[in-house]
């Protein structure tokens, strides 16, 4: 074991008796290589703050026993064998930062070698440096395990958090938003503020992958939530400071509901149901957002509910002996002209004369005695109009 590179020929084989006699030599000594790792990675900051110093040197000596054992060739315990897998699992429990975690594991290499290097005498260190590799090779093999370890770890970790999320989120969903317990362990789970303002979005189930799209390419950076409920896919996602809608770049060509700005996570429920209402009676051909100013009418219809068609036809059921052309031509009128209140823009429109236009409108309040340039009468005519086409 104590051949000089001359009688040994410099042989593999005396490369690995000369390594394995440190090994050994060294695991006599553990605790002064432990000494020094906890010296050395104490520094960091990110262990400094996360993990205990007791912690640190009973995860050293387990992994540099492991070292000393593969670089000497050494019989290995079966729990030895599982150290990197329990190391990368436990420093992502921590929240250690995986460049700092494998920066840590390779300072392995530099104490065992300044070790060595003071172990052995100056004519043997031609040997040593040979052996260099499989030292190398023994801390890759460990860095290599507890990195695969640590990203198993995370993943798992992620998924969980995601299934907590969802659940707690479908919770305060839901609820009226009056849990403050759960209002604040969504927050924390979404690591928001519960004072935030939020913009609530709901695509209905044939744009949903449209959303899941935009949420993944256009709102990077932006702390975003998708949730499955009551059948649609439902967007939170926290508004940046000083803004009160989602930028139009976010759900520009997105089919889907959007409600008002939930101030604060406590009132992102009604907001829901809000948003709720609007993709219930959405076109199903609209390319975009729809707002609950876009839907109002369509909305308040619903709410009605027989209400509405009785109230649709105690407004427009004077136009029913009509010819079903004049009483289309008409309605057509009176919707174009509450969209401008221009006579010029409705005869532009229609492509018909400025006095077709007047007397179509004229005749529309002589059979329902609303009169559609009055904004009072406009709105009750277009409403009756929605209630009647929701009844139909």
């Known amino acids: ?34 000494g ?19 912690d640190l040197r009973d995860t050293a000596r387990d992994s540099f026993e492991l070292l000393l054992r593969l670089i000497g060739g050494l019989p290995l315990r079966e729990e030895l ?38 172990r052995v005498a100056p004519e043997e260190l031609p040997e040593l440096t040979r052996g260099a590799v499989r030292v190398w090779e023994a801390v890759e093999f460990h860095t290599v395990h507890v990195h695969a370890a640590y990203l198993d ?4 970790l992620a998924r969980e958090q995601e299934r907590q999320r969802t659940a707690l989120m479908g919770r ?13 362990q969504v927050a924390t789970l979404l690591r928001v503020s519960a004072q935030d303002v939020f913009a609530v979005a709901i695509a209905p189930p044939a744009s949903q992958d449209a959303m899941r799209r935009a949420v993944a390419g256009r709102m990077t950076g932006h702390t975003t939530h998708l949730q499955q409920h009551q059948g649609m896919l439902v967007l939170v996602a926290r508004l940046p400071r000083g803004v009160e809608a989602p930028p139009p770049s976010w759900l520009e060509d997105v089919p889907c ?45 619903a709410g009605l509910g027989p209400v509405a068609g ?45 006095n077709t236009v007047l007397n179509r409108l004229r005749r529309f ?22 209630c009647r086409d929701l009844a139909d």
């Open 310 to 354: 009785m109230l649709g036809d105690s407004v427009l059921s004077a136009l029913d002996p009509l010819p079903p052309h004049e009483r289309e031509r008409l309605l057509e009128t009176v919707v174009v002209y509450c969209g401008s209140g221009s006579v010029a823009e409705t005869s532009g429109a229609l492509y018909c004369h400025r």
């Open 257 to 301: 509901a959007v409600g008002p700005p939930a101030h604060g996570l406590a009132r992102v429920p009604e907001v829901v149901r809000a948003a709720e209402a609007v993709a219930v009676v959405m076109d199903p051909d609209v390319a975009g957002p729809v707002t609950l100013t876009d839907a109002w009418m369509p909305v308040a219809a």
């Open 81 to 118: 064998r599982a150290v990197p897998e329990r190391l990368g699992r436990r420093r992502a429990h921590q929240g250690v930062p995986l460049e700092k975690l494998l920066q840590a594991v390779r300072m392995d290499f530099r104490v065992i070698w300044t070790v060595f290097l003071e």
């Open 365 to 386: 309040t002589e059979l329902t005695g609303l009169d559609p340039t009055r904004p009072v009468d406009a709105a009750t005519a277009l409403f009756a109009m929605r």
């Open 153 to 156: 770890e995370v993943a798992v």
């Open 36 to 54: 020094r790792y906890v010296a050395e990675v104490s520094d960091f900051e990110d262990y400094r703050s996360t993990v205990a110093p007791e």
């Open 172 to 184: 305060l969903l839901s609820s009226d938003g009056r849990d403050q317990q759960l209002v604040a």
């Open 1 to 34: 074991m104590h051949n000089s590179p001359s009688s040994a020929g410099g042989s593999d084989e005396a490369v690995h008796a000369r390594l394995r006699r440190l090994a050994r030599d060294c695991l006599d000594h553990l605790d002064d290589l432990v």
